[in-house]
């Protein structure tokens, strides 16, 4: 045994001999450290499990009614923490109350925003972010001007799914079926990120400028949108490539497009997404209430895929998002792909 000792000694070096034992010291420690993600997928007694130690919920998980946000929680880059790392202040007893007369409020909403205080019990402003794209976000301005960090990221964790109305869905509406499964169907990386449009709303409520090339460092322009007539023709230019607009104001949750049995791009892509039909649905100035007597000229000049900008030619079904006023409420046309023509645009008349 002594022999052998002596041999094994000599055939390997002290260098090769503290590089092992290094590399077995660094292994325990990292699988010391290492955190495993908590599941709460609902236990045989109906709740949410707690995996070693690790939280599951802890008194919020009590209640069914919570499983949605203890799931979009664990399914979160805040999957760590328990509720209380956040909600610091809950009314527990307000909650049980409510739970033993069936008074509980759905969809689960907090009353107040969490403070940014709370959120730098963690985060620093001097930290390095992790910004995606071509993104410019300037924190420390932000932190200066009072900016809250839930201001802009109030979604990170639960996903807006109580504003969706997610909950109300079918196959999201039992609460006590959620699962970290089910949460991650609705919990993606759009809804837990801010979306440009939180910004650019802030920035005009602020009465802020704000140019592209300020948080951009690729998108630094949207060609186009600077001209004057841009809500004339805008229309007209989404349709020689729709995935521009796509770009920006694609909607995040359904389809991107929709059939809208006209066969134009632009109207497809318009009738899916909120952005532009939110607006469209809305009655122009010009449409005034002597305007039934002209619309035929003001369809023959611009075109009858203007008007379906706004209106169908049959009564509208779900989802075409599009007004109650119909073509063949009055007349009778048929059901068919149109050519695309286009129109020259009548810049009095800001429509697509």
């Known amino acids: 045994m002594k022999r052998f000792s002596q041999r094994w000694r000599e055939g390997v070096s002290p260098v090769t001999v503290f590089l092992v034992l290094l590399v077995f010291l660094v292994t325990v420690i990292v699988a010391g450290c290492k955190e495993e993600k908590p599941t709460t997928e609902p236990t045989h007694d109906g709740k949410p499990a707690v995996v070693k130690g690790k939280p599951g919920g802890g008194e919020c998980g009590n209640c069914h009614e919570m499983w949605p946000e203890i799931t979009t929680l664990m399914v979160s880059s805040h999957a760590k923490f328990d509720c209380k790392k956040c909600h610091t202040d809950p009314d527990i007893a307000a909650m ?8 509980v409020s759905k969809p689960i909403k907090i009353k107040s925003k969490i403070p940014g205080d709370t959120c730098k019990q963690c985060h620093s402003s001097n930290r390095v972010f ?9 924190h420390k301005l932000h932190d200066k001007a009072g900016i809250g960090c ?24 039992n609460y006590a079926k959620w699962t970290t499964q089910l949460a991650k169907k609705v919990a993606t990386r759009p809804f837990q990120r801010p979306s440009m449009w939180v910004c650019i709303d802030c920035h005009a409520a602020a009465k802020v400028d704000t140019p ?33 607009c796509s770009k920006c104001h694609a909607n995040k949750e359904g389809p991107t497009m929709i059939d809208s049995g006209t066969g134009d791009p632009i109207i497809d892509f318009e009738r ?8 469209h649905l809305k009655r122009p100035a010009f449409h ?28 509208p079904k779900t989802p ?15 059901v068919k792909k149109m050519q695309v023509v286009e129109k020259p645009a009548q810049a009095e008349e800001p429509q697509q």
Request: overall charge neutral; some cysteine.
């Open 150 to 173: 839930t201001d802009c990221h109030n979604t990170v964790v639960h996903a807006a799914i109580a504003e969706r109305n997610v909950t109300s869905r079918p196959g999201f509406d």
């Open 96 to 103: 049980q109350a409510a739970k033993k007369t069936g008074a």
């Open 272 to 279: 899916a997404t909120p952005y532009c039909y939110n607006c």
């Open 212 to 244: 592209c090339a300020d948080c951009h460092t690729y998108w630094t322009s949207a060609p186009g949108h600077e001209r004057a007539d841009f809500l004339v023709t805008h229309g007209r230019d989404g349709r020689k490539d729709v995935s521009n």
């Open 320 to 334: 075409q998002n599009v007004t109650g006023t119909y073509c063949n409420n009055c007349h009778w046309f048929p």
């Open 130 to 138: 992790s910004l995606s794209g071509d993104l410019i976000v300037p």
């Open 288 to 315: 005034g209430q002597s305007y039934m007597a002209q619309h035929a000229s003001g369809a023959n000049a611009k075109g009858l895929l203007n008007c379906f900008a706004c209106h169908s030619i049959e009564a």
